[in-house]
Protein backbone atom coordinates (compact mmCIF):
# COMPACT_ATOMS: atom_id res chain seq x y z
CA UNK A 1 0.00 0.00 0.00
CA UNK A 2 1.55 3.56 -1.04
CA UNK A 3 -0.01 6.93 0.35
CA UNK A 4 -2.48 7.91 -1.91
CA UNK A 5 -4.07 4.25 -1.59
CA UNK A 6 -5.76 5.24 1.65
CA UNK A 7 -7.14 8.84 -0.01
CA UNK A 8 -8.08 6.71 -2.57
CA UNK A 9 -10.20 4.47 -0.51
CA UNK A 10 -11.93 7.70 1.36
CA UNK A 11 -12.70 9.20 -1.97
CA UNK A 12 -14.43 5.73 -3.11
CA UNK A 13 -16.71 5.92 0.17
CA UNK A 14 -17.50 9.67 -0.73
CA UNK A 15 -18.78 8.79 -3.89
CA UNK A 16 -20.45 5.69 -2.89
CA UNK A 17 -22.04 7.67 0.11
CA UNK A 18 -23.08 10.18 -2.55
CA UNK A 19 -24.73 7.76 -4.77
CA UNK A 20 -26.58 6.34 -1.90
CA UNK A 21 -27.95 9.58 -0.26
CA UNK A 22 -28.80 11.11 -4.02
CA UNK A 23 -30.70 7.89 -4.22
CA UNK A 24 -32.63 8.79 -1.54
CA UNK A 25 -33.68 11.79 -2.23
CA UNK A 26 -35.02 11.00 -5.45
CA UNK A 27 -38.31 10.33 -4.22
CA UNK A 28 -38.34 13.17 -2.08
CA UNK A 29 -41.73 15.40 -2.77
CA UNK A 30 -40.58 19.05 -3.70
CA UNK A 31 -42.44 20.02 -0.12
CA UNK A 32 -39.43 17.67 1.13
CA UNK A 33 -36.57 18.85 -0.71
CA UNK A 34 -37.22 22.32 -0.10
CA UNK A 35 -38.45 21.93 3.69
CA UNK A 36 -36.38 23.93 6.48
CA UNK A 37 -34.23 22.49 8.58
CA UNK A 38 -31.93 24.28 11.58
CA UNK A 39 -28.66 22.62 10.55
CA UNK A 40 -26.68 22.06 6.73
CA UNK A 41 -27.79 24.48 4.47
CA UNK A 42 -30.86 24.76 5.32
CA UNK A 43 -32.60 22.48 3.15
CA UNK A 44 -31.80 19.27 1.28
CA UNK A 45 -31.75 20.63 -1.73
CA UNK A 46 -29.55 23.47 -0.88
CA UNK A 47 -27.18 20.96 1.07
CA UNK A 48 -27.14 18.63 -2.09
CA UNK A 49 -26.11 21.58 -4.63
CA UNK A 50 -23.43 23.02 -1.66
CA UNK A 51 -21.74 19.69 -1.55
CA UNK A 52 -21.71 19.33 -5.66
CA UNK A 53 -19.97 22.89 -5.99
CA UNK A 54 -17.48 21.73 -3.37
CA UNK A 55 -16.67 18.69 -4.83
CA UNK A 56 -16.41 20.92 -8.36
CA UNK A 57 -14.42 23.60 -7.22
CA UNK A 58 -11.77 21.12 -4.82
CA UNK A 59 -11.67 19.02 -8.36
CA UNK A 60 -11.05 21.93 -10.24
CA UNK A 61 -8.21 23.88 -8.14
CA UNK A 62 -6.81 19.57 -8.39
CA UNK A 63 -6.38 20.48 -11.62
CA UNK A 64 -4.44 23.84 -12.00
CA UNK A 65 -7.78 25.80 -12.07
CA UNK A 66 -7.20 28.58 -9.01
CA UNK A 67 -10.28 30.98 -9.39
CA UNK A 68 -13.51 28.86 -10.35
CA UNK A 69 -17.28 28.53 -9.02
CA UNK A 70 -19.44 25.84 -9.83
CA UNK A 71 -22.03 26.77 -13.49
CA UNK A 72 -24.35 28.88 -11.56
CA UNK A 73 -22.83 29.72 -8.59
CA UNK A 74 -24.51 33.11 -6.55
CA UNK A 75 -21.65 33.42 -4.74
CA UNK A 76 -19.90 35.19 -7.65
CA UNK A 77 -20.36 35.15 -11.19
CA UNK A 78 -18.09 33.10 -13.78
CA UNK A 79 -17.01 34.75 -16.92
CA UNK A 80 -19.59 35.45 -19.30
CA UNK A 81 -21.82 34.11 -17.07
CA UNK A 82 -25.08 35.61 -15.13
CA UNK A 83 -25.44 35.42 -11.63
CA UNK A 84 -27.22 31.90 -11.02
CA UNK A 85 -27.99 31.15 -14.93
CA UNK A 86 -26.59 28.07 -15.58
CA UNK A 87 -27.71 26.91 -11.86
CA UNK A 88 -29.08 23.10 -11.65
CA UNK A 89 -33.04 23.81 -11.63
CA UNK A 90 -34.21 20.48 -10.59
CA UNK A 91 -32.87 16.70 -9.12
CA UNK A 92 -32.48 15.23 -12.45
CA UNK A 93 -30.44 18.20 -13.88
CA UNK A 94 -28.19 17.95 -10.41
CA UNK A 95 -27.64 14.37 -10.77
CA UNK A 96 -26.55 14.54 -14.26
CA UNK A 97 -23.63 16.92 -13.95
CA UNK A 98 -23.08 15.48 -10.74
CA UNK A 99 -22.52 12.10 -11.97
CA UNK A 100 -20.09 14.06 -14.50
CA UNK A 101 -18.38 15.36 -11.91
CA UNK A 102 -18.05 11.88 -10.63
CA UNK A 103 -16.26 10.66 -13.44
CA UNK A 104 -13.71 13.65 -13.25
CA UNK A 105 -12.77 12.67 -10.36
CA UNK A 106 -12.42 8.84 -10.79
CA UNK A 107 -10.20 9.36 -13.61
CA UNK A 108 -7.96 11.82 -11.46
CA UNK A 109 -8.04 9.33 -8.49
CA UNK A 110 -7.10 6.51 -10.84
CA UNK A 111 -3.79 8.72 -11.48
CA UNK A 112 -3.18 9.81 -7.97
CA UNK A 113 0.48 8.81 -6.62
CA UNK A 114 2.18 9.34 -2.93
CA UNK A 115 4.18 12.30 -5.52
CA UNK A 116 1.14 13.93 -5.95
CA UNK A 117 0.20 14.24 -2.48
CA UNK A 118 2.85 17.25 -1.49
CA UNK A 119 2.17 19.51 -4.56
CA UNK A 120 0.98 22.96 -3.77
CA UNK A 121 -2.85 23.64 -5.30
CA UNK A 122 -3.65 26.98 -5.29
CA UNK A 123 -7.06 28.49 -5.04
CA UNK A 124 -8.62 31.78 -4.58
CA UNK A 125 -10.98 31.88 -1.46
CA UNK A 126 -14.86 32.57 -1.89
CA UNK A 127 -15.55 32.09 1.69
CA UNK A 128 -13.60 32.86 4.99
CA UNK A 129 -10.48 34.55 3.27
CA UNK A 130 -12.77 35.94 0.74
CA UNK A 131 -10.40 37.06 -2.35
CA UNK A 132 -6.84 35.60 -1.06
CA UNK A 133 -5.19 33.35 -3.16
CA UNK A 134 -4.42 30.46 -0.60
CA UNK A 135 -2.32 27.34 -0.44
CA UNK A 136 -2.42 23.49 0.45
CA UNK A 137 -0.72 20.43 -0.24
CA UNK A 138 -2.81 18.40 -2.35
CA UNK A 139 -3.45 15.97 0.31
CA UNK A 140 -4.73 17.93 2.66
CA UNK A 141 -7.05 19.00 -0.32
CA UNK A 142 -8.38 15.61 -0.63
CA UNK A 143 -8.67 15.03 2.98
CA UNK A 144 -10.95 18.18 3.16
CA UNK A 145 -13.44 17.13 0.13
CA UNK A 146 -13.79 13.56 1.87
CA UNK A 147 -14.16 14.68 5.39
CA UNK A 148 -16.33 17.34 4.32
CA UNK A 149 -18.30 15.13 1.87
CA UNK A 150 -19.22 12.82 5.51
CA UNK A 151 -20.05 15.49 7.62
CA UNK A 152 -22.42 17.08 4.67
CA UNK A 153 -23.82 13.56 4.39
CA UNK A 154 -24.56 13.22 8.52
CA UNK A 155 -26.20 16.63 7.81
CA UNK A 156 -28.42 15.84 5.18
CA UNK A 157 -29.26 12.06 6.93
CA UNK A 158 -30.47 13.87 9.39
CA UNK A 159 -32.95 16.29 7.45
CA UNK A 160 -34.12 13.06 5.78
CA UNK A 161 -34.87 11.65 9.02
CA UNK A 162 -37.02 14.80 9.92
CA UNK A 163 -38.42 14.28 6.54
CA UNK A 164 -40.23 11.51 8.09
CA UNK A 165 -37.94 9.23 5.36
CA UNK A 166 -38.07 5.49 6.46
CA UNK A 167 -35.37 4.14 4.79
CA UNK A 168 -31.93 5.95 5.52
CA UNK A 169 -28.69 5.41 2.92
CA UNK A 170 -26.55 4.04 3.96
CA UNK A 171 -22.88 6.24 4.59
CA UNK A 172 -20.67 4.26 6.72
CA UNK A 173 -17.38 3.15 5.44
CA UNK A 174 -17.81 0.19 7.35
CA UNK A 175 -21.06 -0.54 5.55
CA UNK A 176 -19.29 -0.13 2.06
CA UNK A 177 -16.48 -2.60 3.40
CA UNK A 178 -19.21 -5.40 4.08
CA UNK A 179 -20.95 -4.99 0.96
CA UNK A 180 -18.15 -5.46 -1.15
CA UNK A 181 -16.90 -8.53 0.84
CA UNK A 182 -20.28 -10.13 0.14
CA UNK A 183 -19.57 -9.54 -3.07
Not at 83 to 97: F, I, K, T, V, W
Not at 162 to 174: F, G, T
Request: one cysteine or more.
Amino acid sequence: MNAATPIQRLHEHRLWANHNLRQACQSLTEEQLHQPHEIGQGTLWKTLCHMYAAEYVWLEALEGTVETLAPGDVAGKLPGNQEGEDRAQSLPQLYERWDQLDERWKAYLAKLTPEKLSEMIYKKSTSSFKGMMLGAMAMDVLLHVATHAHYTTAQAINMLRHADVEKLPESMLISLARSQSLG
